[in-house]
Structures are given as C-alpha cells and as structure tokens.
C-alpha cells in the first residue's frame, strides 16, 4: 500500500486560492489512481476529483464532482510522488477536511473504492 500526506489548507477569503499538496511514500504511485475527497461537519464524506493510473490514455483522465467543476484542478506528478489539488474560486461551501485517496482505478475512486487515505487538511472559506 501507499501511505499519504496531505499538505497546503488553511483559512482564505472567498474568490481566492489554494493549492493543497498530498506525498505518497512507497514505489508503488504511478500504479493508483488518485483523488480528493472532502468532508463537511455533518455532512458525508464526498468525492471532489479523480485522475487515473499514470500512463493510462483510455476513457476518461479525470473526473470532478458537480459542485467544483470548473474551479478546482487535479493532476499528478509522478516523478514527486505527488498529486494536487489547486482549489481556485473558492466558496463558504467549500469548508471541509479534503483527504487524500488512492485506488486500483479511476472508477474504483469515484466509487468509493479507497486503497489509502491520508490524514485531512482542514480548508476554511471565509465569507
């Protein structure tokens, strides 16, 4: 397995920026797929991107959840081990702990399939 750790929340204004972090150990990362979850208090936790298992070219490379398509990027750099996260446009609504996920496959992420999960960063939107 690989092990996760997410890196870059913190507190910022509506309309503005983040870009969170998340290192995997182990040699094993291009082989996952990757993504972003979040969690509101009293909310499900819920899917915000996904990308694929580096190197694969068929269907679709990423996947984003309705609420932040359009404002929040996901890519991966496999050289550092690492995806990302660049959260622009940010609302309120967007509060939550976003973790970081890995799976088998694109689909096995957007369904929930979760091999590793890191620890959470906390995002704070101000209104």
């Known amino acids: 397995q690989v092990q996760l750790v997410e890196s870059g929340g913190g507190l910022v204004q509506a309309g503005g920026s983040l870009r969170l972090s998340c290192a995997a150990s182990g040699r094993t990362f291009s082989t996952y797929a990757m993504g972003w979850f979040r969690q509101a208090p009293g909310k499900e936790r819920e899917l915000v991107a996904a990308?694929?298992?580096?190197?694969?070219?068929?269907?679709?490379?990423?996947y984003y959840g309705d609420s932040v398509k359009g404002r929040l990027i996901i890519s991966r750099d496999n050289a550092k081990n690492t995806v990302y996260l660049q959260m622009n446009s940010l609302k309120p609504e967007d509060t939550a702990v976003y973790y970081c996920?890995?799976?088998?496959?694109?689909?096995?992420?957007?369904?929930?399939?979760?091999?590793?999960w890191g620890q959470g960063t906390q995002v704070t939107v101000s209104s």
């Open positions: 996920a890995a799976g088998l496959s694109i689909q096995m992420v957007v369904d929930g399939r979760i091999n590793s």
């Open positions: 990308i694929l298992v580096a190197g694969m070219t068929s269907g679709d490379s990423t």
